[in-house]
């Protein structure tokens, strides 16, 4: 099955693994990452976490090949605090997320991921429960959808998208990707259509809301630092500009010093920094990897360490 892992290296770098660490990987998809993890750990523990079955099933055989230090989380990472205590686990070496999609998973036409392919308006990771990219488009209001387009697409024509899809769905429900995107042609017109392709974040849009990929970040990471061990690292790759500048926001939080004591000549351990920023700027593909995959051109790699 052909996977590309985006910013591999410096993602495997940029956890500084320890041989009898525990890491988890909180985004497993097709084990890309979890595979070079799991490599390097001979006397440690790979907890990773994914809420697509096909996903898990083709990474439990990758993985099993290996070793057999690891155990997989049917589970949205956005649980990921009470699933690791479950597994009486408080302190962890390393945690990493990568937010994009797996390669199979947007070339599965089925899936409905993909703008490109005519399939049902599904975008769910998990398959097996929750709404779909259909139950949204035909049963949200027209300001809500709107709201959906402009917070996860930042598109400038999301009300007049979300307009033309009210209307549409009065004569009939929409079922289709390419139905979809059809309507966003009209809304748009062709000439903005071809020009800008709004298509592409109207879907990462619907994607973001059906998986709730947002509040899972803003939920998961703060809890990530705070189980992380001293001298732990945290991994994050981000593939677009909502989703940078909530990670940005959280570690920023997480790394300065509190406001109500800044100045203070003693400052309580409670009002400390918990982190510190491993690298100042998010870490880009390199040049090599961008003429390799050109998904990797908007991805952003951000690293802290506890301290």
């Known amino acids: ?81 009470e699933k690791l205590e479950e597994e009486k686990l408080n302190e962890v070496d390393g945690f990493l997320f990568d937010l994009g999609l797996s390669t199979p998973e947007i070339e599965e036409a089925s899936r409905g991921f993909s703008f490109m392919n005519d399939a049902l308006l599904d975008m769910r990771m998990d398959q097996s ?33 979300a307009d033309e899809i009210v209307l549409y769905r009065q004569k009939k429900d929409i079922t289709s990707t390419l139905e979809l995107v059809d309507i966003i042609k009209k809304a748009t017109g062709a000439n903005y259509f071809y020009k800008t392709h709004p298509e592409r974040v109207i879907f990462q849009a619907l994607r973001i809301e059906v998986n709730g990929e947002i509040k899972a970040i803003e939920t998961a ?20 500009s909502v989703e940078d500048r909530i990670v940005k926001n959280i570690f920023k ?33 390199s040049r090599k990897e961008l003429e390799e995959n050109s998904r990797s051109k908007s991805a952003k790699l951000r690293i802290i360490e506890r301290i």
């Open 221 to 240: 990471l703060p809890d990530a630092i705070k189980m992380l061990k001293k001298g732990g690292r945290i991994c994050v790759i981000t593939f677009h």
């Open 253 to 285: 939080k997480y790394s300065e010093i509190d406001e109500m004591v800044k100045g203070l000549p003693d400052i309580p351990d409670a009002y400390k920094p918990l982190i510190k920023l491993v690298n100042k700027k998010p870490i880009t593909a």
């Open 129 to 161: 429960s929750g709404k779909t990219a259909s139950d949204i488009v035909n049963q949200y209001t027209k300001e809500e959808l709107t709201k959906v387009f402009y917070q996860y697409a930042e598109e400038k024509m999301s009300k007049k998208i």
């Open 1 to 81: 099955m052909k996977h590309y892992s985006v910013m591999l290296d410096e993602a495997i770098l940029g956890l500084n693994i320890k041989d009898d660490g525990v890491y988890v990987d909180a985004t497993l998809g097709y084990a890309g990452h979890s595979r070079e993890i799991l490599k390097r750990i001979k006397r440690g523990k790979l907890f990773a976490f994914d809420a697509d079955s096909t996903a898990i099933n083709y990474s439990h055989r990758i993985l099993s090949e290996i070793s057999s230090n690891f155990k997989i989380i049917h589970s949205n990472f956005i649980h990921l605090k």
